[in-house]
């Protein structure tokens, strides 16, 4: 693969030369250190010691070719500097481009020049200067910040096809040609043997199987079966594209031998399994067949040595007090990806109050981060942040370290505000519309997950009582 090449751009007073220097060092640091572990990306830093002394070069630099700025200030911003932040916040504007990160050196005085600089910024770039009292400090800031731009490029550059192809709402080209490719083609005859489940969700849900359901265990080490993460949402198309396909046939089955397992962290509406089709199209084909496996409960995780009025000495907060915290504090948030049950569940409680999460909104406050990949990374040295996560999702290495503490997110009346745990696996019409067939490999992962279903699935079959979009397995359990 190609590597990508980040530009970089670093403004301030010409008097800082030690600074860029220390910069430079860090970029050929990182840059060794990408180059060690295969990532497909590197940056190239530039400032006023690698261009020439005309203002109009710098400018043309920073529209054309930069991708991101830095600005290291210690007192105040020239008039230069003020020039290139102006033209670079209008860029970013206009095309996005180039991210800027402004760094000051930690002050005990608010002058007047300090003053203009924190207006300058808030008017202009939605977003906080970043304090640091030496240099040490500064590389490791300004490190952090280059690598999570890189892991934002990698990102894209590994967007599966279902990322790139979202805006166009083709789900069933995208679960065809996945399926082609990864089970027709490449994998069948080589790794996989007929009807391997392709578990598809969100990273809470797959934690939450592991801990509450021990005959499953980890997802991701489950036999005869491939786990790919994506938001919840996103995971619904997979069963769609499925049942419009009839999946159940047996000439499709040696065709394709996945079967799709949306493992959600929300409840779908039919609306979420009817992208492709109206209603009664879905329904003749077979049903999506929900299984209810409990509830998560939303959880705020806090840098531990964090102090504030709203959190010291509890182990609850209420969605009001959050709203507060979001709103009052400079608190840097991370969330999960948009689409997850669990981001989409933070912004209903959230939305009576006022509050929206989303870069647009709270700047470059907002990050996102998943529980496992190295695409996001919360930065251990910097205080103070927090973590809207679950009980089931949270960054493992910030939690595991013992970096944060988590705090139960309640409603008004004190109660836990859960997240609803779902599996929705295809149900096939079969028997002339008596049955759905449900494949053997997904009638066992129901088996272990529920002794009951043994008394209710027999030779593949479950009873075919309910003509709907979406059809409550757990309704015939209660039997």
């Excluded at 220097?21 to 180059?35: I, P, S, T």
């Excluded at 996103?234 to 499925?242: C, G, H, R």
């Excluded at 700047?363 to 990949?373: A, I, L």
Aim: aromatic share 12%.
């Amino acid at each position: 693969m190609k590597k990508k090449t980040i530009t970089v751009f670093v403004s301030g007073s010409k008097g800082l030369v030690e600074h860029r220097v220390r910069l430079k060092a860090l970029v050929n640091n990182l840059n060794g250190e990408f180059h060690m572990k295969g990532y497909p990306v590197n940056f190239a830093m530039y400032s006023f010691m690698n261009l020439g002394d005309n203002q109009q070069e710098y400018n043309d630099f920073i529209q054309n070719k930069t991708d991101v700025i830095v600005f290291v200030l210690e007192d105040k911003m020239g008039s230069k500097t003020k020039e290139e932040f102006l033209l670079a916040a209008k860029e970013y504007k206009k095309k996005g481009s180039p991210k800027m990160y402004v760094f000051l050196h930690d002050y005990a005085e608010e002058t007047p020049a300090i003053q203009e600089i924190q207006q300058l910024v808030n008017d202009n770039c939605d977003s906080y200067y970043i304090d640091f009292t030496n240099l040490q400090e500064l590389e490791l800031k300004v490190g952090d910040r280059l690598k999570n731009e890189a892991d934002k490029v990698m990102e894209k550059m590994n967007a599966t096809p279902v990322k790139r192809m979202r805006l166009f709402r083709v789900w069933a080209f995208i679960t065809t040609v996945f399926f082609l490719l990864c089970g027709g083609i490449l994998l069948k005859d080589l790794l996989f043997p007929d009807n391997t489940l392709l578990f598809a969700g969100g990273g809470s849900i797959v934690t939450y199987i592991q801990q509450h359901y021990p005959e499953v265990g980890d997802i991701n080490e489950y036999p005869n079966s491939v786990c790919v993460a994506i938001p919840s949402t996103l995971s619904w198309a997979y069963v769609t594209s499925d049942v419009l396909h009839h999946h159940g046939k047996r000439s499709n089955r040696v065709k394709n031998p996945f079967f799709p397992v949306s493992l959600s962290a929300q409840e779908a509406d039919e609306d979420g399994f009817l992208e492709l089709c109206p209603p009664q199209q879905f329904i003749k084909e077979g049903s999506a067949l929900a299984y209810h496996m409990g509830d998560d409960f939303l959880t705020l995780f806090v840098k531990r040595n964090y102090s504030h009025a709203l959190l010291d000495g509890k182990d609850t907060l209420s969605v009001e007090g959050l709203a507060q915290l979001i709103n009052k504090t400079d608190l840097r948030m991370f969330c999960t990806r948009e689409g997850s049950g669990t981001l989409n569940t933070y912004r209903s409680a959230l939305a009576p109050y006022g509050v929206e999460i989303s870069p647009e909104t709270l700047g470059d406050r907002v990050e996102w981060f998943s529980n496992k990949s190295n695409n996001s990374k919360i930065r251990h040295n910097e205080t103070p942040y927090m973590i809207l996560g679950s009980q089931n999702y949270v960054p493992e290495d910030v939690y595991r370290e013992g970096d944060c503490r988590g705090l139960i997110i309640v409603d008004e009346e004190g109660k836990p505000i859960g997240k609803s745990m779902y599996l929705y696996i295809a149900g096939y019409n079969w028997d002339d519309g008596e049955n759905f067939w449900i494949p053997t490999e997904a009638c066992n992962l129901l088996k272990k997950m529920d002794p009951r279903f043994k008394d209710v699935i027999h030779n593949n079959r479950i009873p075919r009582r309910y003509e709907k979009v979406i059809v409550s397995l757990n309704e015939y359990l209660k039997d």
